[in-house]
Nanobody, 124 residues
């Protein structure tokens, strides 16, 4: 059983920055790929960024590439999403997700544990 808890969401002005975190408990964090998804009102949940269990590779949706950075600290069982140059269209509930493999996949069905989500609101 893996338990994920997001934190760090909030209200920020367009052009600002925010970092959200996801703390994992329950074991085996270091061998699991992690990802961030988001869901805006009236829209489907979408992949934002992913990071494998180890190694330098990271993966991003085109809409956030160059603005968002995903990272992880396996010693702290935590994954981060640093968000810069935020836009109103980045407003959504942000979820972290974990999958029982070391490599990243982009589909929601590839992840077996999810956090409860943290709201990020970007004002114009």
């Amino acid at each position: 059983q893996v338990h994920l808890v997001e934190s760090g969401g909030g209200l920020v002005q367009a052009g600002g920055s925010l970092t959200v975190s996801c703390a994992a408990s329950g074991g085996f964090f270091s061998i699991r790929a992690m990802a961030w998804f988001r869901q805006a009102p009236g829209k489907e949940r979408e992949f934002v960024a992913g990071i494998p269990s180890s190694g330098p590779e990271t993966y991003y949706a085109d809409s956030v590439k160059g603005r968002f950075t995903i990272s992880r600290d396996n010693a702290k069982n935590t994954v981060y999403l640093q968000m810069n140059s935020l836009k109103p269209e980045d407003t959504a509930v942000y979820y972290c997700a974990s999958r029982p493999y070391s490599n990243v996949r982009l589909g929601q069905g590839d992840f077996d544990y999810w956090g409860q989500g943290t709201q990020v609101t970007v004002s114009s």
